[in-house]
C-alpha cells in the first residue's frame, strides 16, 4: 500500500511561509498544514497569502495549536471563509481542556473542526463525540500510549461516522512506521495523514520497511516493520 502525507509549515514571517509553501508543492506535496496561533491578526494574513499563492496546487489544513480564544476562532474562520479561503479542517483552535470552547467553534464555522491535544484516550473520544465538539479526531501514538488504546479510538470513530487522522510529533522512521501500519489497516476511518516527522529531517537513517519518499510513503511485505538497518548507530556500552 502506498498513502500520502501533507508537510508542516511552521509559523514565521509571511513571506518565509508562502516560499516553505512553493517549495513544498515543487516537492510534491499535496496538502500543506500550517501552523498558526501567534497573533490572530496576522494569522489571517498569513492563510490568505499562502491560499493565493497556492490556490488549486494544494489542499491546506489550518492548525491554531491552541493559540486562539473560541470566539477568535471564529473570527477568524468567518473572516477567511467569506474571503474565499478554501480550508479542508481547522486544527485544535482553542486550549485541550476547553471542549465547550471547541464544540462553539465547531458549531459557527463551516469548516471541519478537527480536535488534537483534547483527545488523548478513548474515553475523551466518546465525550468528544457525544458532544459533537469536533468533526473530526486526530490520533497520535504518542497521545495515545501506544497501538492498543489508537485501535480502539479508531473503531470507536468508525462507529459514530466520524472520520480520523493520523499524527505524529517529531519521531523518526522508526516510530512513525508503526503509524503507518495502524493508518493502512484502519483506512475506512483514517483518512487523513500527518506523518510527516521523517521529511523533516536531513535524512533518513532507516532502511527497510516503511520507506519515506516526500509525500509518498510505502509499505513493503516483510514481517513486522521490517526495518533492516540503521545507519550510524553506535550501541553505547
Known sequence: PVITTDITISVDYIDKMVAD????????????????????????????AIHAAVEGRALLRLDA???????????AMRTLEDAGVVLELLEQPVKAADISGLKYVT???????????????????????????????????MKTGGLSNAIRIADIAGIYGVPCMIGCMIESSISVAAAVHLA????????????DGPSLGQFDPVS??????????????????????????????
Open 21 to 48: 509553501s512553493l517549495s513544498a508543492i515543487e516537492r510534491g506535496f499535496e496538502s500543506l498544514k500550517i501552523k498558526v496561533g501567534k497573533d490572530i491578526g496576522v494569522d489571517i494574513e498569513r492563510v490568505k
Open 65 to 75: 495549536n491552541q493559540g486562539w480564544t473560541a470566539k477568535q476562532a471564529v473570527h
Open 107 to 141: 458549531d459557527r464555522v463551516n469548516t471541519p473542526v478537527m480536535a488534537d491535544e483534547s483527545v488523548f484516550s478513548p474515553s475523551q473520544v466518546m465525550d468528544l463525540i457525544q458532544q459533537r465538539a469536533a468533526d473530526i479526531i486526530n490520533i497520535k501514538l
Open 184 to 195: 493502512v489497516a484502519k483506512s475506512d476511518v483514517i483518512t487523513k495523514v500527518d506523518l
Open 208 to 237: 527497510g520497511g516503511v520507506r519515506f519518499n516526500e509525500s509518498e510513503i510505502s509499505i513493503s511485505d516483510v514481517p513486522g516493520l521490517g526495518i533492516t538497518e540503521v545507519r550510524g548507530l553506535e550501541m553505547l556500552g
